[in-house]
């Protein structure tokens, strides 16, 4: 079974502390992907579950077992690499067998695992040719092929799409997705793109400074990110912030007024935000719409437009603030004219100076 616990999971390198006190249970079959910064500890979580990396403090459990002491030959996890790691003097064939033959496993069954990948990662023209002669593509499927053919509780990979094309990353995406779907193993993802995230994930963990932000569902982290950095972090374009002060409020609402005199009314669900204080109002760009004059629209001046045919992002200046807006369709807009920016049915989201949720219970 595919269960892995981490319980106050700690690394350090010398007096370097990368990881800090990581807690998380990962479900038998479930795709959890690791998503943040450069820096943030997501590759060194994922090889101390590996164990390729010896855990400072804390304790890692698969399937119900300790194995912080246990090698990672032993773990019964297969890892895919950002750079393949194939052998290039072997062929696909040979690269695919290579691990099996190493546990004295009998020619009939390695032959019978290798038909196998090759025919779910549709492979199978290419197992007589070497790396070299494969694209991208072809030898990042080659690459999880080698971790299919094992058969392992549980499956890691680290970046494994950042090597290939936008057009490429979208297909193989769809491909990873498919393949967790038949498999039903447990998956362990780490990336830096967040829409790979939100398009893969069962649940998302998103990592800062060696330390766990929040951790959910793609649409639970979209819709209710508890502080200013998963905001900014989950959605393209990402969180507009806007800097403003409390002008009066009460239990269920807090009035939040921008440079130049512009106001807006922030919904609270709970509690209330002292007048005075200084605030950041979160928006995103697709529930921004170009105003028609009415009240409680926000003045802004057009800094640059980018026509994408299906959809227009706006990018503007609001007294002094960059914001973005991102409209459905075709629109004749140009650089340095003035519009109004409603918000009239967009989520806003209120937070303080330290980036903490102000407008949840």
Do not use: W
Not at 93 to 106: C, D, I, S, V
Not at 170 to 177: D, I, Q
Not at 199 to 226: C, F, M, S
Not at 261 to 276: A, D, E, F, I, N
Request: glycine share 10%.
């Amino acid at each position: 079974m595919g269960q892995i616990k981490l319980t106050n999971v700690t690394k350090s390198f010398g007096s370097v502390d990368v990881l800090h006190g990581i807690n998380l249970d990962i479900a038998d079959g479930e795709f959890i992907v690791f998503v943040g910064p450069s820096g943030c500890g997501k590759s060194t979580l994922l090889r101390t579950i590996a164990g390729l990396e010896k855990v400072t403090g804390g304790d890692i459990e698969i399937a119900g077992q300790r194995v912080n002491d246990v090698s990672a030959a032993d773990r019964g996890l297969a890892m895919v690499f950002q750079s393949y790691a194939l052998y290039p003097h072997m062929s696909v064939r040979q690269n695919l067998a290579f691990g099996l033959e190493n546990t004295k496993m009998p020619k009939a069954e390695i032959d019978t695992r290798i038909a196998e990948a090759a025919r779910m990662l549709e492979i199978e023209a290419y197992l007589d040719r070497r790396p070299g002669q494969l694209s991208g593509g072809q030898r990042q499927r080659v690459a999880i092929g080698r971790a299919i053919v094992r058969r392992p509780t549980a499956f890691l990979l680290d970046e494994p799409l950042s090597n290939l094309d936008a057009e490429l990353r979208g297909s193989t995406r769809a491909e990873l997705a498919a393949l967790h779907a038949r498999l039903k193993a447990t998956m362990i993802y780490v990336t830096h793109d967040q829409i790979e995230a939100m398009t893969l994930a069962d649940r998302i963990v998103v990592l800062r400074a060696g330390r766990i932000e929040q951790v959910g569902t793609p649409l639970e982290l979209y819709n209710e990110p508890a502080n200013r950095f998963v905001a900014g972090f989950i959605g393209a374009p990402h969180m507009n912030f806007l800097n403003g002060s409390v002008a009066s409020g009460d239990a269920g609402t807090a009035v939040v007024e921008f440079a130049g005199g512009h106001r807006l009314s922030v919904p609270l669900k709970g509690g209330s935000v002292q007048s005075g204080t200084r605030v950041v109002v979160g928006i995103r760009p697709q529930h921004i719409a170009i105003g028609t004059g009415a009240d409680g629209e926000l003045p802004a001046t057009i800094t640059m437009i980018e026509a994408l045919g299906s959809e227009t992002v706006v990018h503007a200046d609001i007294s002094g603030q960059k914001a973005l807006l991102v409209a459905p369709g075709q629109h004749h807009l140009a650089p340095r004219s003035d519009i109004r920016m409603s918000v009239a049915s967009a989520p806003l989201y209120l937070f303080d100076e330290k980036g903490r949720r102000l407008d949840r219970a």
